[in-house]
């Protein structure tokens, strides 16, 4: 068990839809990294929030968005479904970028867009 | 761009037997080099990791070995066990801003029979 939380484990839901997906880090870990993994594209880096604040992008399209709470859990925002936005969402968590980098991953949600 | 390439795609080892895994990467800014094994149905677990100033990292029956010169690192795994049959990810990354997003290689698919 990494100690990072993911909720909810599935999610069903139909194409034109939103979701929202939940992550808890680890206690005391700052910041949070999104991670896609699905067949084609592999496990791609979406976008990483440090402390509240957006920190770095990566293939992240422009209806998906994030934000982390006070509390620093986070939460994923995907809207206009896709199918192809079927996959893996991760979430990792680590100490602090300018410290440790290992990163530690949640679960995940698998989200299938029908 | 594939900037972190791996191989094999699948491996088949039997019991006892040393399983070796393949990376390469292009981007010579990348100066952290984890590992993940990731099991059905759960998310990537840290098994270990380098940073280019050491050739050689042995944890238990895992090691990593890395050729800077050659921008390529691998995995080791000794005496190879049918609990070590999962996926296994190479991953790189580098402080840029303060992320330590990860590209993450294709993953190879680790079967040991008994």
């Known amino acids: 068990d990494s100690g990072v939380t993911q909720t909810p484990k599935h999610l069903i839901t139909a194409t034109g839809q939103r979701v929202t997906l939940r992550c808890s880090p680890r206690?005391?870990?700052?910041?949070v990294y999104w991670y896609q993994q699905s067949l084609d594209q592999g496990l791609q880096f979406l976008i990483q929030y440090y402390n509240g604040e957006e920190r770095a992008k990566g293939n992240i399209l422009e209806r998906f968005s994030a934000q982390q709470f006070p509390d620093l859990h986070s939460e994923l925002n995907l809207s206009s479904l896709e199918l192809g936005d079927s996959a893996l969402y991760f979430c990792?968590?680590?100490?602090?970028?300018?410290?440790?980098?290992?990163?530690?991953f949640g679960p995940g949600t698998r989200l299938t867009v029908t | 761009q594939q900037q972190v390439k791996q191989s094999p795609q699948s491996l088949i080892v039997q019991k006892g037997g040393i399983s070796i895994i393949n990376c390469a990467y292009e981007?010579?800014?990348?100066?952290?080099f984890p590992w993940y094994q990731q099991f059905p149905g759960k998310g990537p677990a840290l098994l270990i990791a380098?940073?280019?100033?050491?050739s050689e990292k042995k944890e238990g029956r895992f090691t990593i070995s890395f050729n800077k010169s050659a921008k390529q690192f691998s995995l080791h795994i000794m005496d190879s066990q049918p609990g070590d049959s999962a996926t296994y990810f190479c991953a790189a990354t580098f402080s840029g801003a303060g992320s330590y997003q990860l590209t993450f290689g294709k993953g190879t698919k680790l079967s040991v029979i008994p």
């Open positions: 981007n010579t800014a990348f100066d952290y």
């Open positions: 380098i940073r280019p100033d050491v």
């Open positions: 206690s005391g870990d700052l910041s």
């Open positions: 990792a968590s680590s100490v602090d970028p300018r410290g440790q980098r290992e990163q530690y």
